[in-house]
């Protein structure tokens, strides 16, 4: 059986990386990229679908695991009554290939070890032929190729699709054996390993000089650092793209089918993940990030997508493969995501508005991104009240989403800012008179008066998290009646157990057309977190904050989704999304807070004036008005 989402951990080489379970196993890895096919695929099927395990004989979780301070590097240790052993796992920073280092320690008394290696290449399907070479073993099948190089001596055993390669050893207190496996195309010269010590140094210092260049100093420093190690670790460096997260298909629900390819890059996350980037130091990342924005984007506006492969490719066709059975045989595995094709008006809105920010932070900016902001403006304008999928991508009808068309507005309200305030060249008038028409016409149509909300769509009867982004991208104030009676209403509706749905499945005859439902959502309660103290409720939103902290796994790491009736995750892991929430929250609640108020419960000194009592909404312009 496969481990609980939570029990896993991950290492990366900042183009692919590997999820390790409690107990020793590797049961997902893709080479050699993040979204290629994965060559240990037991998180989704069984053993039998490829998986590396290495600890010892008797079996069992471990006692204890961590990260050394400030690196990706995971060490993982049993306490046994034969002794202690520890096994420590990482990925060098990727060179000329990729490889994986595994290393077992002796630390005290004398216990038995074994490793247990199934290769499979194409998620499962493929046994490579195996051969004895240069001391290890090396595993080819069409354009893969893997060399394992071993401490000890591995001996092959069953045929065909149950070949397992195994070793049986001892460690002592002192004792190291080490174990690497490196891929490359099967056309290539095998290269010489990586030494196993030598890789393990190298990687700890790059992940402490990276990391100690965090200007964050607040109360919640060691999960910040976590949170931005997590999400260094899903960027494809060559591009700067960061993937949504490391796996696919793991479910919303178990046994259900809502099962989506997370290892792309998507749009959306642009203006989040410059806001953590920025306001945490990381201005090289942040010019990374803009710099595969803006090609991502290039080409004619109408052909923007919501998201792109890391390299910035289009085309993420999606299909299923019937031989996994999925995560706790929740099908079907899905290879990559339909969701690329669908219409998001907010995405425009959200490349803009992540565009200013980069401006704002003092990134450079030149004329040709200007007027590519600019052609992104003249298809907005004409297409700003088109029914779309919205930003969760619903597979049901399109609807006039109320984010969708605040995120318009916010495109709108950035280009008229980098004129006024910023001296850039453009038709400043029209933007501002499309803005206000955008504005108006939310108001009117997306606002319901007697419930005091807004609401998911034009005339939904159900709401939706991305409301709580209306007051922090300025489209209304947080004092508005209408901001502080939308996030009463998002969090008296959606909440379970204090924690936030995206949205209710059942509601306006299953808007997102899809069978089942789905657990909380993590970064719609780290929303919550910022709209409760936009208004000015600043100990609900640090308590709800160090409760999301809790939800982390041991290692730090969040999925998309908890399960508030299992105390599980749910969700493809570790999710970007989730940890941009996390570490946007810390700089935003933590403003003047220092760990001892945190502590001492004590946060009234960052609170901003009371927002106005939510009673009657101000009048909502009429139709003439709007015309």
Known sequence: ??????????????????????????????????????????????????????????????????????????????????????????????????????????????????????????????????????????????????????????????????????????????????????????????????????????????????????????????????????????????????????????????????????????????????????????????????????????????????????????????????????????????????????????????????????????LETDQEAWNLQKALLEYLEEHWDDLDNGLWEVRGPRRAFVHSRVMAWAGFDRAVRAVEEGGLDGPVERWRAVRDRIHADVCMHGFDTERNTFTQFYGSEGLDAALLLIGQVGFLPWDDPRVVGTVDAVQRELSQDGLLLRYHTHADDRVDGLPGEEATFLVCSFWLVDALHGIGRIDEAVALFERLLSLRNDLGLLSEEYDVRTGRHLGNTPQAFSHLGLVNSALRIGRGVTARDVESGVTERVAVPAAAPASAPPAVPSPEEIA
Request: contains cysteine.
């Open 1 to 362: 059986m496969t481990s609980r989402i939570e029990d896993y951990g991950i290492v990366g080489d900042l183009q692919t990386a590997a999820l390790i379970g409690r107990d020793g196993t590797v049961d997902w890895m893709c080479l050699p990229q993040f979204d290629s096919p994965a060559c240990f695929a037991a998180l989704l099927g069984s053993e039998e679908h490829g998986s590396w395990r290495l600890g010892p004989e008797s079996g069992g979780e471990c006692t204890s695991r961590g990260y050394r301070d400030g690196t990706l590097v995971l060490e993982t240790e049993w306490d046994l009554p034969e002794g202690r052993v520890r096994v420590i796992d990482l990925m060098p920073p990727r060179g000329d290939q990729a490889d994986l280092v595994r290393i077992v320690e002796g630390i005290s008394g004398s216990v038995p070890m074994t490793t247990e290696l199934r290769l499979r290449f194409d998620y499962g399907n493929v046994v490579p032929w195996v051969t004895q070479e240069r001391g290890g073993l090396r595993a080819v099948a069409g354009p893969d190729s893997v060399h394992i190089d071993a401490g000890v001596t591995l001996t092959s055993e069953g045929v065909a699709d149950d070949a397992v390669h195994r070793a049986h050893f001892t460690v002592g207190p002192g004792d190291r054996v080490p174990f690497v496996l490196t891929y490359h195309a099967s056309h290539l010269p095998i290269k010489p390993p990586v030494g196993a010590v030598a890789a393990l140094r190298e990687t700890e210092e790059f992940w402490r000089s990276w990391i100690a260049k965090s200007t964050y100093d607040g109360p919640w420093a060691d999960a910040v650092h976590r949170s931005l190690i997590t999400l260094k670790a899903l960027t494809y460096a060559p591009t700067g793209a960061i993937a949504a997260a490391a796996t696919t298909s793991l479910p919303e629900e178990i046994g259900g089918s809502r099962n989506w390819d997370y290892r792309f890059c998507w749009l959306r996350d642009a203006a989040f993940t410059l806001q953590a980037l920025v306001g945490t130091g990381f201005i090289d990342e942040a010019r990374a990030w803009r710099a595969w924005l803006l090609r991502a984007v290039a080409g004619d506006p109408a052909d923007l997508q919501i998201m792109y492969g890391l390299d910035g490719r289009r085309r993420l066709p999606e299909y299923t493969i019937d031989w996994l059975p999925g995560y706790e045989d929740s099908g079907p595995v899905r290879i990559g995501n339909g969701a690329a094709g669908q219409l998001q008006i907010d995405v425009w809105g959200e490349t803009l508005d992540a565009l200013h920010l980069a401006r704002e932070a003092g």
